[in-house]
């Protein structure tokens, strides 16, 4: 079975710059869209960002378009999150998630299967 393991997470300042990846095993990632989400303490998990399998499909959470692109390597078996221009609020525990959502359903928890541990993000001065 799938599964996921993100990294890339770390301790920025307001304005910089991560790439976290989710590492995909045990599937085929070529048919696997991906999502990601954050949870930060006392709140919901959000919407950040996903990828329809084929990468001919994208969606991002208002909060992060303009700011976060997200892309997927299927030779790698990767999923990756570039995030930019980051502030103090897109603080959180970053999830990977795979399964076969389409365009309708790619920014709901429902469409995914597979989650990663998560890799926490923090953005502070």
């Known amino acids: 079975q799938v599964q996921l393991v993100e990294s890339g997470g770390g301790s920025v300042q307001p304005g910089d710059s991560l790439k976290l990846s989710c590492a995909i095993s045990?599937?085929?990632?070529?048919?696997?869209?991906m999502g990601w989400f954050r949870q930060s303490p006392g709140k919901e998990r959000e919407f950040v960002a996903a990828?329809?399998?084929?990468?001919?499909?994208?969606a991002y959470g208002d909060s992060v378009k303009g700011r976060f692109t997200v892309s997927k390597s299927n030779m790698k078996n990767m999923g990756y999150l570039e995030m930019n221009n980051l502030k103090p609020e897109d603080t959180a525990l970053y999830y990977c998630?795979?399964?076969?959502?389409?365009?309708?359903?790619?920014?709901?928890?429902?469409?995914?299967?597979?989650w990663g541990q998560g890799t926490q993000v923090t953005v502070s001065s």
């Open positions: 998630a795979t399964g076969s959502p389409i365009a309708s359903n790619m920014r709901t928890l429902a469409a995914y299967v597979t």
């Open positions: 045990g599937g085929a990632a070529s048919r696997l869209g």
């Open positions: 990828i329809h399998w084929s990468g001919g499909s994208t």
